[in-house]
């Protein structure tokens, strides 16, 4: 599918699409539970469909009500010996520990870049907590046999922070006096967000500095009800959308949340961008925009929008934790160096450190996303200040995280074209 997105000017209101972080912890905590679960706001990309398509083959029964989720569970109880976590790298890190709580032989699958993801932390880790496992060569497909028996470990966070929210869920189901110790943690804020759910299931971990997290007496989730609040990952490219091209103003963040790509305010504020924040809504404007610094080795998401960011604004913008980027949908750090050199603007990669040269002047051209939806979402909005058009091959790569976002684009007055989706403006 090919969009073509054209120079124009933002101005409008939009309401942030749910987070898709919180949406699938939800639906893992829903699994884990017992009783109904009830999930307002669902979110429902690629990613939240495959999460929803595992916990139901691992136990739960799932059903579409109105504008909700209900989620039945008694546990993880496996209905089939495979599980396709689809292309969601947070699915199947979350989901293998959690799926190892069964004592049957599971096979968990996926498609995509997630073939060629490394996935030999889980043959260190799960055999020490006495999980057979293996895989092809590092890679899918996993080969799991449990249950998993909790117990004191140590593990490698430097990766991803998404393997340890999958030990953190599957410990808090069984776990009595046994405590994680993690070295060299990436994504703190996504820890927080997942330990943040886990107590509104029920289950409190307690944790020292982001190093340790202990279980005391064993606990239990607690079916209920949950709100999935707005994305800050997808709300960051129309907040960017505004500081460059105009003015918008998005509903349904929350300020407070533990998302960790709300930093992306903290972004626009360095380049200069006008803010106007309330607790559940944001304005942004355009203003004079200079080059800044940002460490987005936290918030490595955030890499797509800070480009696009970072081509509008004048002199060299430094964004650390390239070394994060290597194992997303695409190798992000050289698609971005690709894709925006055909549109005229100039990346540095230095070590950990890319280098956009901006305020050059963005050039329209064909582009490829390279099947990563973020690509495709940083490259739209690049266009909004493009000499000329933009045209976006593989643009439906949006549909994994945020199916909404051309609409949403179109809502704030851009001009999208494509025909298939029946986008005009």
Not at 22 to 34: C, D, E, F, P
Not at 380 to 406: G, H, M, Q, R, W
Request: net charge negative; hydrophobic share 40%; proline share 4%.
């Amino acid at each position: 599918m090919q969009v073509i997105v054209s120079p124009g000017e933002i101005k409008g209101t939009v309401t942030a699409n749910p987070s898709k972080s919180a949406m699938q912890r939800a639906v893992a905590a829903a699994l884990l539970s017992k009783g109904k679960t009830v999930i307002h706001n669902p979110g429902l990309s690629n990613d939240c469909l495959a999460a929803l398509e595992v916990a139901e083959n691992l136990g739960a029964k799932i059903k579409r009500e109105a504008e909700d989720i209900e989620i039945t569970s008694n546990g993880v109880k496996p209905f089939y010996d495979s599980i396709n976590c689809g292309e969601s790298g947070l699915g199947i890190r979350m989901f293998t520990p959690i799926a190892a709580l069964a004592d049957i032989a599971i096979t968990i699958e996926g498609h995509g870049s997630l073939t060629t993801r490394p996935m030999d932390f889980f043959e260190a880790v799960l055999p020490q907590l006495g999980v057979e496992c293996s895989t092809r060569q590092g890679k899918l497909p996993l080969h799991i046999k449990g249950p998993l028996q909790p117990k004191d470990i140590t593990i490698d966070g430097s990766l991803s922070s998404q393997f340890l929210t999958g030990l953190l869920m599957a410990f808090g189901a069984v776990a009595e006096d046994a405590t994680i110790t993690v070295t060299d943690l990436k994504s703190k804020p996504y820890i927080a967000l997942t330990l943040q759910l886990m107590e509104q299931f029920g289950v409190k971990v307690e944790q020292h500095n982001f190093e340790t997290f202990h279980f005391g007496k064993k606990q239990a989730y607690r079916a209920g009800e949950y709100t999935v609040e707005g994305d800050w990952s997808g709300a960051a490219f129309l907040l960017v959308a505004a500081a460059v091209a105009g003015k918008a103003e998005v509903h349904h963040l929350n300020t407070q949340s533990a998302q960790s790509d709300k930093a992306i305010l903290e972004a626009l504020e360095k380049a200069g961008a006008h803010m106007l924040p309330g607790v559940f809504t944001i304005i942004v404007e355009k203003g004079k925009l200079e080059a800044f610094e940002f460490d987005a080795t936290d918030c490595p998401d955030l890499f797509p929008p800070l480009v696009a960011l970072a081509a509008n604004c004048k002199g060299t913008t430094k964004i650390k934790g390239v070394s994060r980027l290597a194992h997303k949908e695409s190798d992000r750090g050289i698609t971005l160096q690709q894709e925006f050199g055909k549109m005229g603007i100039r990346i540095d990669l230095q070590g950990d450190d890319m280098l956009v040269y901006g305020g050059t002047g963005i050039k329209g051209a064909h582009v490829h996303s390279h099947n990563d939806h973020r690509i495709a979402m940083a490259c739209a909005v690049a266009a909004l200040t493009a000499d000329k058009p933009v045209s976006i091959e593989n643009a439906e790569a949006i549909n994994k995280s945020y199916p909404e976002f051309f609409e949403h684009l179109q809502k704030i007055g851009a001009s999208v074209r494509n025909e298939e989706l029946k986008i005009k403006n």
